[in-house]
């Protein structure tokens, strides 16, 4: 069983940058996806990025070129770095990890996760 735990997050003015980190514990989690989503008051959780253990990558369409999803396989630790944040940033951003092999199709769907962190809030300002 994997154990999740965020840090990162806050504050920051609109054009600036946050770090998320999600560092698991337990069971090793470099055979599988770790995923990022965010939920802003009022909306559903939205996918944010994915990462698996290969490197392979994908991030969504409002992020892309702003946030960078990475990985240190060494410490158990991923990353979200986030680059020229807008204020539709702001939502509560968690981690999660798929436990068993899916297909690249289910990486942005919160469904298929197995193991979701506490979630952090990243909130931009104006």
């Known amino acids: 069983q994997v154990q999740l735990v965020q840090s990162g997050g806050g504050l920051v003015q609109a054009g600036g940058s946050l770090r998320l980190s999600c560092a698991a514990s337990g069971r090793t989690f470099t055979l599988y996806v770790m995923g990022w989503f965010r939920q802003a008051p009022g909306k559903e959780r939205e996918f944010v990025a994915a990462i698996n253990w290969r490197g392979g990558n994908t991030l969504a369409d409002s992020v892309k070129g702003r946030f960078t999803i990475s990985r240190d396989n060494a410490k158990n630790t991923k990353y979200l770095q986030m680059n020229s944040l807008k204020l539709e940033d702001t939502a509560f951003y968690y981690c999660?990890?798929?436990?068993?092999?899916?297909?690249?199709?289910?990486?942005?769907?919160?469904?298929?996760?197995?193991?979701w962190g506490q979630g952090t809030q990243v909130t931009v300002s104006s």
């Open positions: 999660a990890v798929q436990e068993r092999f899916r297909s690249a199709s289910t990486w942005s769907e919160p469904n298929e996760y197995d193991r």
